[in-house]
């Protein structure tokens, strides 16, 4: 947003709504337009942009209103190992093992930032406000695309 203290986003205006009765409003829909937003349509149109005055920037110069943080949308990932042992001699053992991780295949949205923003942001005059813009992807680097992997492992320990 920027612009009226110190550059620095000064909150926004609720009218006639509080921060929990917003919280309990938001849930990822699909726009129809290949877009996923998180706020509700009588908030926010399936562009982005805001069509009711319950929320407002705050856009007095020198004036802070209400800072309101939100929770994104939920991360749930099961991943699931089944194994066996089978003892070859009394120090050796076979191992076979199969792993699914993101067994389900879920879809784990960033809200609104992305996996590198710590604490992410959204302004309020923003075209793409309440958009969805990513999905879960590797931050780690650690080549877990957030899709479902099968793995089989065979191991010998001794």
């Given amino acids: 947003m920027g612009g009226t203290t110190d550059q620095n986003d ?6 006639g709504i509080t921060p929990n009765q917003l919280q309990h409003m938001l849930g990822a829909r699909n726009a129809g337009n290949g877009q996923i937003l998180y706020f509700p349509s009588s908030l926010v149109s399936n562009i982005g942009t805001l069509i009711s005055n ?14 309101v943080f939100l929770t994104g949308p939920e991360f749930y990932r099961a991943d ?7 003892p070859i001699t009394e120090r050796v ?12 295949n879920n879809i784990n ?9 710590s604490v992410p942001t959204a302004a309020v005059s923003s075209t ?3 958009r ?12 877990d695309n957030g899709g479902r992997i099968i793995q089989l492992v065979f191991r010998v320990n001794f």
């Fill in 80 to 86: 699931i190992s089944v194994g066996k042992k089978t």
């Fill in 54 to 67: 319950a929320i407002q920037p705050c856009n007095t110069p020198g004036k802070l209103c209400q800072r």
């Fill in 93 to 104: 053992n076979f191992e076979l093992r199969a792993e699914a991780l993101n067994a389900f």
């Fill in 132 to 143: 969805i813009t990513n999905a879960f992807r590797d931050p780690n680097t650690t080549d």
């Fill in 109 to 117: 949205f960033f809200f609104p930032g992305d996996e590198a923003t």
């Fill in 128 to 130: 793409s406000f309440g």
């Fill in 10 to 15: 000064p909150g926004v205006i609720l009218n």
